[in-house]
């Protein structure tokens, strides 16, 4: 019977592995508690919203772009969360926005319903 040695040849893991490993689960989590961060610094120097989603909007095509770029590992991870934090700050005002405007056109569409009650009733 033949005997099988296993040898592992690898270097120990450095600290940007250990890194790497210990963000790999958290990165959305990370990526919302930047956001959230990025969110109140908006609220208190209160620039225009326009701007602030312009600027989301184009370091999130920066990120997107250098992401094939960088190796994996901690760069790697700091881009995504970076790009998931704009991403979400680009988000937020939009589904605000279509919540507004979908309770707008409910508005609006239950008072041409109750109008069209009233006129009805009245023939």
Known sequence: MSEFQLIIDEEPPGQGARWHRAILGR????????????????????PSLLWVILAAAVVLAACAGMIGRVGPGI?????????????????????????????????????????????????
């Open 27 to 46: 990165r959305l989590l990370i990526a919302v508690l930047l956001a959230a961060v990025e969110a109140v610094v908006l609220l208190v120097l209160r």
């Open 75 to 123: 760069g790697r991870d700091a881009l995504v969360i970076v790009g998931g934090a704009q991403a979400i700050l680009i988000a937020i005002p939009l589904v605000i926005g279509f919540g507004i405007l979908v309770a707008v056109i409910a508005g609006i569409v239950l008072v041409a319903g109750l109008v069209f009650v009233a006129f009805a009733r009245k023939k």
